[in-house]
């Protein structure tokens, strides 16, 4: 069964000192890798799809990486509006369905 | 309208009840689906439709029934439902089932049994 754990479960954060989130996966075969973000009472926006190892992608302050074990997602310099659930999900070569993890809470203040 | 809506955004709802939840998307996917999300727990996927047919029932109880008329709606037709049912409920869609595609995710439907 596939497993995706994030951590930590929650990150508090000053106006511009980066970090970074961790999700460690579990999956027979990836083939894809997902970041979205969720802000209070709304659904989960798409950021980021990484399909293997070493690959990379940036959206303004964030960074999404891909190991064989697990992905990180780098903050740089983050804003108070970078305050968000973080979710990891990944989908097996052999299925259609995404495995979700629990989440990071991130909350940056001014 | 664009992307993925659902209505209502909030519902209180007694356990003897029956109420209906609605999701519309406007991207032209093919598949969608119904998740639920608890508090501090990962997404669960209740549901997936693949062109209007039910491909995925993941051992969710009866007194939780979707409905796919077409591939632009979808509901979930509640009833009878127990406290901890309460949750947000979301609907998801994407371009295909079978094939890599992201899935786009609504608001969401906070539902509160009493």
């Known amino acids: 069964e596939d497993q995706v754990t994030q951590s930590p479960e929650a990150l508090r954060l000053q106006e511009g000192e980066s970090s970074s989130l961790n999700c460690s996966y579990t999956v027979s075969g990836l083939r894809g890798l997902f970041w979205y973000r969720q802000d209070p009472g709304k659904g989960p926006e798409f950021l980021f799809t990484?399909?293997?190892a070493g690959e990379e992608k940036e959206k303004e302050r964030l960074k999404a990486t891909l190991t064989k074990k697990e992905s990180f997602l780098h903050i740089t310099a983050p804003k108070p509006e970078d305050s968000a659930t973080y979710l990891c999900?990944?989908?097996?070569?052999?299925?259609?369905?995404?495995?979700f993890g629990a989440g990071t809470t991130v909350t940056v203040r001014a | 309208e664009t992307g993925v809506t659902q209505t209502p955004r909030h519902l209180v709802m007694g356990m003897t009840n029956k109420k209906s939840l609605k999701c519309e998307q406007h991207l032209g996917h093919n598949a969608m689906y119904w998740y639920k999300q608890s508090a501090k727990k990962p997404l669960e996927l209740m549901f997936v439709y693949s062109l209007e047919e039910r491909v995925e029932n993941n051992s969710v109880p009866s007194r939780f029934s979707p409905e796919c008329p077409n591939s632009s709606h979808l509901f979930l037709h509640l009833h009878t439902l127990q406290p901890e049912d309460s949750a947000l409920y979301l609907c998801?869609?994407?371009?295909?089932?079978?094939?890599?595609?992201?899935?786009?995710f609504g608001p969401g439907t906070r539902l509160t049994v009493t």
């Open positions: 999900a990944v989908q097996a070569q052999d299925d259609y369905k995404l495995s």
């Open positions: 990484l399909y293997s």
């Open positions: 998801a869609s994407s371009q295909d089932r079978d094939s890599f595609y992201e899935q786009y």
